[in-house]
């Protein structure tokens, strides 16, 4: 089904639905102010805000976190947005009241896929879809204070919602207490970035596919996680984002912020280094197994070689026999002249010049074919 304001709309008259946007209330505003009209007020960190004509759009630090959500549902100004996009309008445009922030609690639910779960009573599959929308809910995997699920349980059915008595409510895992450095395993991470990764890597794997290979979570080791936690902060701060979430949907939703956090990721000497981007091993690992790679005789290295051979061999032969050089000048150029050779030929099979001879390849190889 096509999803439409008026559809929308239709959702919001679900009783479940009501009860669920009102049990998020519980993690996300002061108790004061919840199923109140102030309730749409709220900004982060607890103030009120008095205008209601558009999303207020300011930064708060408050608790150790910096955040620009307000409302009933702490909405994120980047999120806030995507919904004025779903609305055919602009964030700059669109009023913040109470009716447009319920019916964006409502598109929340809708793009974690969560409306259906709800309505069927299915609350524990629907928590767990949501968390990813809302770092209070438990099981949310941004290391942020959460309520547990039995808070969210009674919010919710103390709301008029109803649970399938078919589920079996699983107990949701608690946040990760912090760990300090020294008592901290050299090789593992604090779950909060595991968690990250699990949520958000294949995500940022698609948006930049050239450092894929730090999300793969079945190849994990230490030095991709560094690599991944790098990722991750690097577009967090070239997108001006707050967290990782905003970060990434900011990057589905603007093709140029994309680009710039893209490239300041792929240019991090510190990433490449990690991920072995351009060269190295890695590259002669591929180089080894690529298929439209041609026939080594048929490669550039092997050319220049065969042909500078017989040049080397007869400038070797002169200088080893020659009355004209000393035993001393006679070691200083053949050694010279053998690590010359051998330098090139390893550095363009196992080194970044394979990936640049490559890339060179199939540029050609596209231009034929247009």
């Known amino acids: 089904m096509t999803l439409t304001t008026e559809s929308l709309r239709a959702w919001l008259a679900q009783p479940n639905i009501v009860a669920f946007l009102a049990a998020i209330e519980v993690g996300e505003i002061p108790a004061k102010y919840r199923g109140t009209p102030d309730a749409y007020r709220v900004l982060y960190g607890g103030t009120l805000i008095d205008d209601l004509g558009r999303h207020p759009n300011v930064k708060v630090t408050a608790g150790g976190y910096t955040s620009t959500a307000a409302g009933r549902f702490q909405a994120l100004y980047s999120t806030w947005s995507d919904f004025c996009k779903f609305l055919g309008e602009s964030p700059e445009t669109v009023p913040f009241d109470a009716e447009r922030q319920d019916l964006f609690g409502v598109w929340c639910l809708q793009r974690r896929h969560a409306l259906q779960d709800i309505v069927a009573g299915r609350i524990d599959a629907a928590v767990r879809k949501c968390a990813l929308e809302w770092a209070s809910l438990p099981g949310s995997p941004y290391g942020q204070p959460t309520v547990t699920l039995d808070q969210f349980l009674a919010a919710y059915t103390g709301a008029g919602g109803t649970i399938d008595n078919g589920e079996l409510l699983s107990p949701m895992p608690a946040p990760a207490a912090p760990v300090e450095p020294a008592e901290q395993p050299e090789t593992t991470m604090p779950l909060p970035i595991l968690a990250l990764i699990s949520a958000f890597g294949p995500m940022i794997a698609e948006l930049i596919p050239a450092v894929a290979k730090a999300f793969d979570r079945k190849a994990e080791t230490p030095q991709k996680i560094e690599a991944a936690t790098k990722i991750m902060d690097t577009i967090v701060r070239t997108t001006g984002s707050v967290n990782v979430q905003e ?19 792929l240019t991090d000497e510190k990433i490449s280094g990690l991920l ?9 690992r591929k180089a080894a197994s690529d298929p439209a790679a041609p026939p080594f005789w048929r490669q550039g290295a092997f050319i220049v070689a065969l042909i ?12 080893l026999w020659s009355p004209d050089y000393s035993e001393q000048l006679r070691t200083v150029v053949v050694t010279a002249i053998l690590s010359g050779l051998l330098g090139a030929l390893t550095g363009y099979f196992f080194g970044s010049m394979y990936s640049s001879s490559t890339a060179a390849r199939r540029t050609t190889d596209e231009a034929k074919t247009a």
Do not use: F, H, W
């Open 247 to 265: 970060a990434v949907a900011k990057m589905q939703s603007d093709t140029a912020i994309k680009k710039v956090a893209s490239d300041a990721v």
């Open 276 to 284: 072995e981007i351009g060269g190295g091993i890695e590259a002669a």
């Open 308 to 319: 500078l051979t017989p040049l080397i061999y007869m400038t070797v032969y002169r200088v």
